[in-house]
């Protein structure tokens, strides 16, 4: 059966610094990745999608960029964190219509 | 308007109770309706899918859809403290190779014992 796992579930940054969130997928190929960030009390955001290695598709201009290196594996950066940039940040994934989420890294930038 | 509607509660129920959460939508091209179950601090977990129309039945869960009206329906039976969490609706369609996924603002449901 397929999963994906997300890292760290939770971390306190400081502005300014850097950030790295990685997501894997077990027991799929080429699936679509995504990552999503949920305000508290809000909607989910959708911040990034992929379709395949190397391509990613920005849905809202910010402070953030993905990479996906892998055909497995997707990761959330950003070269310096903005106190606005704190949230609830979780990755899915999905193969047709539906998607399914990773359990979320709560990040606090203070 | 937004593209799906979603009272966001609270709602309430006693232990026991039967559950209707419901969400509305404009866009007729939706074809994929999924509700989401997220507790506190935790991503959201797929109860149901429906593509298309009609209903789906999953233990104490049915999920229905009336795609003339656009609405959407997810009924718990015999609810539980347990079920107490926030739940999201969401729908995608096909014109958009089911890449935007638009999600309802979320119910919260609380039952007490």
């Known amino acids: 059966s397929q999963t994906i796992h997300q890292w760290p579930a939770t971390l306190v940054q400081p502005v300014g610094s850097p950030l790295s969130l990685e997501c894997t997928v077990e027991?799929?190929?080429?699936?679509?990745l995504y990552w999503y960030r949920q305000a508290a009390g809000r909607g989910l955001q959708l911040l990034f999608y992929?379709?395949?290695?190397?391509?990613i598709s920005s849905e809202v201009p910010q402070n953030l960029s993905a990479s996906r290196p892998q055909d497995r594996q997707f990761i959330l950066s950003s070269k310096k964190l903005l106190l606005s940039d704190s949230g609830f940040y979780l990755c899915?994934?999905?193969?047709?219509?539906?998607?399914?989420f990773g359990q979320g890294t709560r990040l606090t930038v203070v | 308007q937004k593209e799906v509607e979603q009272d966001p509660g609270p709602l309430s129920v006693p232990e026991g109770a039967i559950v209707s959460l419901n969400c509305t939508y404009s866009?007729?091209?939706?074809?994929?309706f999924m509700w989401y179950r997220q507790y506190s601090r935790k991503g959201p977990e797929l109860l149901m899918y429906?593509?298309?129309?009609g209903n789906k039945e999953d233990g104490r869960f049915t999920a229905q859809v009336d795609k003339s009206s656009k609405y959407i329906s997810l009924f718990i039976r015999d609810s539980q403290p347990s079920d107490s969490a926030t739940y999201l609706c969401?729908?995608?369609?096909?014109?958009?190779?089911?890449?935007?996924?638009?999600f309802g603002t979320g119910t919260r449901l609380l039952v007490s014992p």
């Open positions: 899915a994934w999905s193969l047709t219509g539906i998607r399914l």
């Open positions: 027991g799929t190929s080429n699936p679509n």
């Open positions: 992929s379709v395949g290695i190397g391509q």
């Open positions: 866009n007729s091209a939706f074809q994929y």
């Open positions: 429906t593509y298309s129309s």
């Open positions: 969401a729908m995608s369609a096909m014109n958009t190779g089911f890449q935007k996924l638009v």
